[in-house]
T-cell receptor, first 113, second 113 residues
Framework: DGGITQSPKYLFRKEGQNVTLSCEQN?????MYWYRQDPGQGLRLIYY???????QKGDIAEGYSVSREKKESFPLTVTSAQKNPTAFYLC????????????FGEGSRLTVL | AQSVAQPEDQVNVAEGNPLTVKCTYS??????LFWYVQYPNRGLQFLLK??????LVKGSYGFEAEFNKSQTSFHLKKPSALVSDSALYFC???????????FGAGTRLFVKA
């Protein structure tokens, strides 16, 4: 079945460590997104990518980095520069036409101890 | 800049009664508008979207939404609520010129039996 796979589902890290969250899709979608979800703040856009080897900063990109070397993959690195990294992270994708809805993964919950 | 406002943190409704979840938006051009639903610790699921045409759009699970350009609103409605509709609902907007998709803070819907 087609879909988006995020891993790991739960992740615990010590303060100061970089962490990479995986996002893979087999929907043949061109555009991919990373959102951060915190209680009461909804989803905030971190980065998005419309095509391979290109990505744009969202509203809260500081302390995060991404790469888009393959169409299927859009990993997110939470760096030690991110001041408050504990959150629920959601990856999404959509087709090449910008009228399409987003398809979401099941999320990764990062807890920094 | 794009923005979405969901003015109610929580909506309470009795089963069988109609429900409305409010959303207003701001974009520089014409909007594409979306509604999603989220169940605990899960990714978001698409409900419906407005792209163009009829201002009343119908979606999954009996939900519908009305696009009002003059009021810049896109309220989600359902004629008869079910207990199983209890969840977190998100409105999202995308400018027709691009792929950047912004979400509101979410509205928690409680349907009481």
């Amino acid at each position: 079945d087609g879909g988006i796979t995020q891993s790991p589902k739960y992740l615990f890290r010590k303060e100061g460590q970089n962490v990479t969250l995986s996002c893979e899709q087999n929907l043949n979608h061109d555009a991919m997104y990373w959102y951060r979800q915190d209680p009461g703040q909804g989803l905030r856009l971190i980065y998005y990518s419309q095509i391979v080897n290109d990505f744009q900063k969202g509203d809260i990109a500081e302390g995060y980095s991404v790469s888009r070397e393959k169409k299927e993959s859009f990993p997110l690195t939470v760096t030690s520069a991110q001041k408050n990294p504990t959150a629920f992270y959601l990856c999404a994708s959509t087709s090449g036409a910008n009228t399409g809805e987003l398809f979401f993964g099941e999320g990764s919950r990062l807890t920094v101890l | 800049a794009q923005s979405v406002a969901q003015p109610e943190d929580q909506v309470n409704v009795a089963e069988g009664n109609p429900l409305t979840v409010k959303c207003t938006y701001s974009v520089s051009g014409n909007p594409y508008l979306f509604w999603y639903v989220q169940y605990p610790n899960r990714g978001l699921q698409f409900l419906l979207k407005y792209i163009t045409g009829d201002n009343l759009v119908k979606g999954s699970y009996g939900f519908e939404a009305e696009f009002n350009k003059s009021q810049t609103s896109f309220h989600l409605k359902k004629p008869s609520a079910l207990v199983s509709d209890s969840a977190l609902y998100f409105c999202a907007v995308r400018d027709t010129g691009g792929f950047k998709t912004i979400f509101g803070a979410g509205t928690r819907l409680f349907v009481k039996a």
